[in-house]
């Protein structure tokens, strides 16, 4: 005795979307495994941010820094990256606080 499937509509359309997520799946795999030179591409494009203070990435100055005669916390701040170096030094209550010798504690933004 022979069975007859009988599908709705709903079952169809659901079949056909699943489907077509399915190959869609697929061509986004193979999109991205096979697309190294364009990934190459977009690095080369993206714009390059010289931040001051900065070299290749690196760090002026070392975590632990020494104020040197005329510095002040703003000039500090931009050689160095740190713009919260009050919050993270408690010794410092006040922008006068500051004095050739004192150590302080960096810790870049950027």
């Known amino acids: 005795m022979a069975k007859s499937y009988s599908h709705s509509a709903s079952m169809v359309v659901a079949e056909k979307i699943s489907w077509y997520c399915a190959v869609l799946a697929a061509m ?41 005669e005329g510095e002040t916390l703003q000039t500090i701040s931009e050689k160095c990256g740190d713009p919260y170096i009050v919050e993270g030094n408690p010794h410092i209550h006040d922008h006068d606080d500051l004095f ?9 933004s950027f």
């Open 100 to 108: 050739p010798g004192l150590l302080i504690r960096i810790t870049p």
């Open 28 to 68: 986004m795999l193979l999109m991205n495994c096979c697309n190294v030179e364009d990934d190459a591409i977009v690095q080369k494009q993206q714009p390059t941010v010289m931040i001051a203070g900065y070299s290749n990435g690196r760090p002026v100055c070392d975590e632990i820094y020494e104020v040197k």
